[in-house]
């Protein structure tokens, strides 16, 4: 298993006005780099994945489609309206894989849909999945050709995922700042009528260090 190259008279010799892409792309013996992952096998060339899309956590390779075609097969799940991506985690120097499959199902049955997929693809890929969120008909970006779209998909859920049934306002905090002060207002300035005016031979200072 290996990246595709090929090499041909016929092959690019340079992105227009993109050395940077000539230079990632192209070596110095003209194989140009696909980005595609396959292999050989009796005079045939299997094309396998991209390799832009390989999944790597804990030094394991997972193939995302391996995992997309496991969750086509859950009840509850649209068939082709999944996707399996990979998140950089700094933490821990890994990735993190997040499925986020479409469905039809209520939002009170997501839970139960997600956790069929991750025990599914646990039990037969020993792949343990970070995240798994079940969204709404047609919240997946697609390419122009229908294609579940893997990056533009990543992008848009490091940058604005929220889950969709699961939104809900935080909880109002059990002290307002405000009230604190108002309580400690009204707590000194008893004392001090008390101290004043109730008991005016009361000895009492205040300890600057408190």
């Given at each position: 298993?290996?990246?595709?190259?090929?090499?041909?008279?016929?092959?690019?010799?340079?992105?227009?006005?993109?050395?940077?892409?000539?230079?990632?792309?192209?070596?110095?013996?003209?194989?140009?780099?696909?980005?595609?992952?396959?292999?050989?096998?009796?005079g045939h060339l299997?094309?396998?994945?991209?390799?832009?899309?390989?999944?790597?956590?804990?030094?394991?390779?997972?193939?995302?489609?391996?995992?997309?075609?496991?969750?086509?097969?859950?009840?509850?799940?649209?068939?082709?309206?999944?996707?399996?991506?990979?998140?950089?985690?700094?933490?821990?120097?890994?990735?993190?894989?997040?499925?986020?499959?479409?469905?039809?199902?209520?939002?009170?049955?997501?839970?139960?849909?997600?956790?069929?997929?991750?025990?599914?693809?646990?039990?037969?890929?020993?792949?343990?999945?970070?995240?798994?969120?079940?969204?709404?008909?047609?919240?997946?970006?697609?390419?122009?050709?229908?294609?579940?779209?893997?990056?533009?998909?990543?992008?848009?859920?490091?940058?604005?995922?929220?889950?969709?049934?699961?939104?809900?306002?935080?909880?109002?905090?059990?002290?307002?700042?405000?009230?604190?002060?108002m309580a400690w207002?009204?707590?000194?300035?008893?004392?001090?009528?008390?101290?004043?005016?109730?008991?005016?031979?009361?000895?009492?200072?205040?300890?600057?260090?408190?």
């Open positions: 298993m290996g990246e595709i190259a090929l090499r041909s008279s016929y092959t690019l010799k340079e992105y227009y006005r993109n050395p940077t892409a000539t230079a990632a792309a192209l070596d110095a013996e003209g194989w140009y780099h696909t980005g595609d992952l396959g292999f050989r096998l009796d299997y094309v396998t994945g991209r390799k832009k899309d390989l999944l790597i956590v804990g030094g394991r390779n997972f193939y995302p489609q391996d995992i997309e075609a496991l969750v086509d097969g859950c009840p509850g799940a649209i068939p082709g309206r999944c996707v399996a991506i990979g998140v950089d985690d700094e933490r821990t120097g890994t990735q993190r894989i997040v499925v986020l499959a479409e469905t039809r199902k209520p939002p009170e049955e997501w839970s139960e849909l997600e956790d069929h997929i991750r025990n599914k693809v646990l039990d037969a890929l020993d792949c343990p999945l970070s995240e798994v969120h079940a969204v709404t008909h047609m919240w997946l970006l697609k390419t122009s050709s229908g294609k579940i779209a893997r990056a533009p998909n990543l992008v848009r859920f490091r940058a604005e995922w929220v889950p969709p049934s699961r939104t809900s306002a935080p909880p109002a905090p059990r002290f307002s700042p405000t009230l604190v002060s207002g009204v707590a000194v300035g008893v004392a001090l009528y008390v101290m004043l005016v109730l008991r005016p031979n009361l000895s009492w200072g205040i300890y600057a260090g408190f």
